[in-house]
Structure formats: structure tokens, C-alpha cells
């Protein structure tokens, strides 16, 4: 008695597995889509028209989505768009702000506040387009991504 149940459990955990990989395999497939081709079509066309307005309405040189090195003579200001990321290579500078909010260090996860130092090879986030950025006071190089206007 046993050994019949056994080899039943068996058998009905065989159809099981094998019905189960027959209803599986067709998921997906050209005859049954998990989506739409139209669907991704129209998604792609949206998403390429939002890329084309937010490109065209920027004045500001824009370094893609990679660090493009920037020089910056002494006195001059190098101004960061929203999200752009600086890293101070060469030279020195100091934070410029024209509110009360600062800079994001990423590397220390700190603030910089108006007329601090830029630490070299640190990474820092500009939080918002509203005239963010360092100062140089001795000749530099920034590798930035993102937005910016040196002034």
C-alpha cells in the first residue's frame, strides 16, 4: 500500500511539473505577448520627444553622461546646473552661493556653505540651477557632469 502511494504521488507530481511547463513555455511568446509592440513603440516615441524639449530649451554647455574636463582660469566661476557633479582636480576655489543652502560634498556627505574650500578629488553635487558653484583663486581643472556656465 505503501509503494502505490508512493508511485502516485509520483506520477501526479510528474503531470503537474510537465502541464505547468507546457502552459509556461507559451508566456511571452509571439502568439500570446507580455506586451504590446505598438505599446513599446508609442512608450520609445514619448520618451525620445521629452529628451528632444528638454535639450533644445538649454543655453548651457552640457557634458552628457560622462565627466568632461573643464579649466577654469583664476577669477573666473564656474556655475553648475541642477544634478551636475563636480570634482575638483587641479588648483583651488571657493564655494559661491546665492542663497543660504549649500553644496553637497558626496564624499563626506557634508555641506558647503558660501566661501569654503573645495577639497580636491571630491565629488560635489550642485542641488538646483540657481547659480551654484566655486569661485577659482588659483588656476584649476573640474571634471564635471551635467550643465554649467563659467562666468
Sequence with gaps: MKRFLIGLLSVIAS???VMGSVYAADAGSESDPLVS????DD???QVLAKIGQSSSGSASVSAGA????VSVAV??????????????RA??????LSGSEGITDATTGQALYNGHSAALNHLAIIPRDDGRGFK???A???LVKGSYTIQ
Design 91 to 96: 588648483g583651488k576655489a571657493n564655494v559661491v
Design 15 to 17: 503531470v503537474v511539473m
Design 37 to 40: 509592440k505598438s505599446y513599446v
Design 75 to 88: 577669477g573666473k566661476t564656474i556655475i553648475g546646473g541642477e544634478g551636475t557633479e563636480m570634482i575638483l
Design 43 to 45: 512608450k520609445i516615441e
Design 140 to 142: 584649476a581643472w573640474f
Design 136 to 138: 577659482v583663486t588659483e
Design 66 to 69: 560622462s565627466f568632461t574636463p
